[in-house]
């Protein structure tokens, strides 16, 4: 099943992709992933001054994990006090910069952090390891990334423009996207194999790619800006 990310008619923009971005990754020599089965897991005392983060006031890698926090009345606006407000958090833009101080173990967590460039890492050999949402008690968003599409209206070439957008979300279409990107397709009847940051077959999401998700963004990040300055670090 494909999902509309408008709130209410008229629909407009439609996802299709199905990406788990993972919340934060691990130094493997320093933590394992395996310590995690909440996300208060990752805000224990005992990573102070071992975490670094991206700087999700600034639109762009972490939002959906972010947006999901935010939205989940058991973790908040409490969680990210404990995060941002308590751990000494190093934040930074740089994502290259940010998971080559995890590899080299200046940092035992990165959070928010680029999944792309997790997985590039990763791939590399460096000792980093994501800690998979579905193992985390309190459940996940799925991220469109790019897996999003709308058709403009009175818009030159209509007809073509509604002969690609229907054979892109057809089952050949979308098994042949996900052989090109490796992300996973909303669709449950393409085979899923051979996948990076692919959702567990039969788990329910919420839609991070929504208004109801990403529309809560800009105030995730004045919160945040808030609590660094109240710790003095902002």
Known sequence: MLWYNDPSAPYTN???AAIMYP??????NLAKVTQFKSYWDLVDPKWKGKVSSNDIRIIGPGGVPASYIFKTPSLGAPWFGRFFG?????MGRDQRQL???LAKGRFAIAGFVSAEEGTLAI???LPIAAINPDDLKEGAALGPGAGTVSVFADAPHPNAAKLYVNWLLS???QIAWQEETTYASLRTDVPKTNLIL???PGKTYANGGSLAYGGVLQGVGTMVT???AKAGTG
């Open 226 to 228: 808030d609590i660094l």
């Open 99 to 101: 998971f080559d101080g």
């Open 123 to 125: 791939g590399e050999g």
């Open 86 to 90: 308590e751990l000494d958090v190093v």
């Open 23 to 28: 919340v934060a990754y691990v130094n493997t």
């Open 14 to 16: 439609l996802s299709f």
């Open 171 to 173: 089952r050949d279409g």
């Open 198 to 200: 692919a959702p567990r």
